[in-house]
């Protein structure tokens, strides 16, 4: 991924800042799915072929907690926002063509947007209390790919991808939720975790995959 320029937004309780990083050459870079202090390994602010500007910007949040940016992007380019503990973005409404991955800080979380095309970018979205421990489940396994899915797509709304979400089988669940989808009652699924057919990851969610391999068994006991 070839990055001409970083818009990064840095929320508190105060005020919204606004840091742009802008890299000629482009800054060829290796998506991560680690920590965010990962993405840039090497980024020294103002050294050579890159130049950066902050400024104390309007908040970007309204009263009612609505996040609302407006920023004329090129293609592969990243606006990053960082969100102050305690807090998530839920309810984000992106276009289909841009891609987001949230990524766990020692602290808080913080969500880049990749850009998919060249003009203006729109994302809005909601500031609510980390009540599910989103943050939490991320910082625990930073390299559980199913997890940081997960905490992506239920994120979204009002995308095509959210859509497809609601109608299909989730990728992680607990034996409640996975008696919804199958034809096997919580307590079956309960048993078959306990014998350990079907693993469990560190947050005790089974993984849709691991539950259809088990299922797909012909030798499987029921």
Not at 154 to 162: D, G
Request: glycine share 6%.
């Amino acid at each position: 991924m070839k990055i001409t320029r970083h818009i990064h937004y840095t929320q508190n309780p105060d005020a919204c800042y606004r840091m742009e990083l802008a890299f000629d050459p482009p800054l060829d870079v290796v998506s991560t799915i680690g920590k965010i202090e990962q993405f840039y390994p090497t980024l020294t602010p103002g050294a050579e072929g890159q130049s950066n500007k902050i400024e104390r910007t309007a908040n970007v949040l309204n009263k009612n907690g609505l996040l609302d940016i407006r920023e004329t992007m090129g293609k592969g380019e990243i606006l990053s926002i960082d969100i102050q503990p305690g807090f998530r973005l839920d309810q984000i409404v992106i276009a289909e063509e841009n891609e987001l991955q949230i990524l766990g800080r020692d602290k808080g979380l913080c969500y880049h947007f990749i850009i998919g095309k060249v003009g203006m970018f729109l994302v809005t979205a909601k500031l609510i209390v980390d009540s599910d421990g989103f943050f939490q489940k991320l910082k625990f396994d930073l390299t559980d790919l199913a997890m940081r899915d997960y905490i992506v797509r239920r994120s979204l709304a009002n995308t095509q991808e959210s859509a497809d979400i609601v109608s299909r089988i989730p990728d992680l669940m607990d034996s409640k939720e996975a008696a919804k989808h199958y034809t096997f009652s919580k307590s079956w699924f309960d048993k078959q975790r306990a014998a350990r057919y079907i693993p469990v990851t560190k947050q005790k969610k089974m993984r849709r995959e691991d539950i259809e391999a088990f299922l797909n068994k012909p030798e499987r006991k029921r």
